[in-house]
């Protein structure tokens, strides 16, 4: 049973440029969220996907959004990257009825340089 | 939502109990208990939660005392591959992610250093 998995692994981009990170759930989860861990803090949420919508939000701007697929894997875009946008970017999948058992992918570390 | 308070590290000799504790003494009545976990390099993982009874699983065991103002999560045999942040987190009843729900915050979390 493959649990979640994203891509890249690794991406370094230039400040300005835009940036798109990839998500698949573990298999049978219907829910993706997506945090956002800088070095030596624990992980911030960005926000939540169901039923190919956004249902919550943290305290990211409209710089950050996200996408989700009919097979219920997802996207986050970042656009105008700063290099304060350099992280550990980590998805997370659910099921709809057991939110805060949230199973994590490896995550995408992206510099901004 | 309750806010947690943890040590920032312990040490643990491999072999023996791990017992982290965490305080929560502002959670209310409908909130819950999670613990994750984070090996270094590697995406959180959920451990356990909990309510009021003590709980246990094939990971950890978890403690909360009975006026559910603090817990205890433990590790009866722990590892050196069990050496990670801990991180204890308190949240509401509403998990149904269409109820807004599943929303995890992260503090800081405990280091904990499994030794030979």
């Known amino acids: 049973d493959a649990g979640v998995t994203q891509s890249p692994t690794h991406l370094i981009k230039t400040r300005g440029q835009q940036v798109t990170l990839r998500c698949s759930p573990k298999s049978g989860h219907d829910t993706v969220s997506w945090y956002q861990q800088a070095l030596g803090q624990g992980p911030q949420f960005i926000f939540q996907y169901y039923e190919e919508e956004e249902r919550q939000r943290g305290n990211f701007p409209d710089r950050f959004s996200g996408h989700q697929f009919p097979n219920y894997s997802s996207e986050l875009n970042v656009n105008a990257l700063w290099l304060g946008d350099s992280a550990l970017y980590l998805c997370a999948s659910s099921l709809v009825d057991r939110g805060y058992e949230q199973y994590f992918g490896p995550g995408t570390r992206l510099t901004v340089t | 939502d309750a806010k947690t308070t943890q040590p920032p590290s312990m040490d643990c000799a491999e072999g023996r109990a791990a017992n982290l504790p965490c305080n929560h003494s502002?959670?209310?009545?409908?909130?819950?208990v999670y613990w994750y976990r984070q090996i270094h390099s590697q995406g959180p993982q959920y451990i356990i939660h909990g309510l009021k009874n003590n709980e246990t699983n094939e990971m950890a065991s978890l403690i909360i005392t009975e006026d559910r103002k603090s817990s205890t999560l433990i590790l009866p045999h722990a590892t050196l591959r069990d050496t990670a942040v801990y991180y204890c987190i308190v949240r509401g009843y509403t998990y149904m992610i269409y109820n807004q729900g599943g929303k995890l915050i992260f503090g800081q979390g405990t280091e904990l250093s499994v030794k030979p």
């Open positions: 502002t959670i209310s009545g409908n909130e819950y």
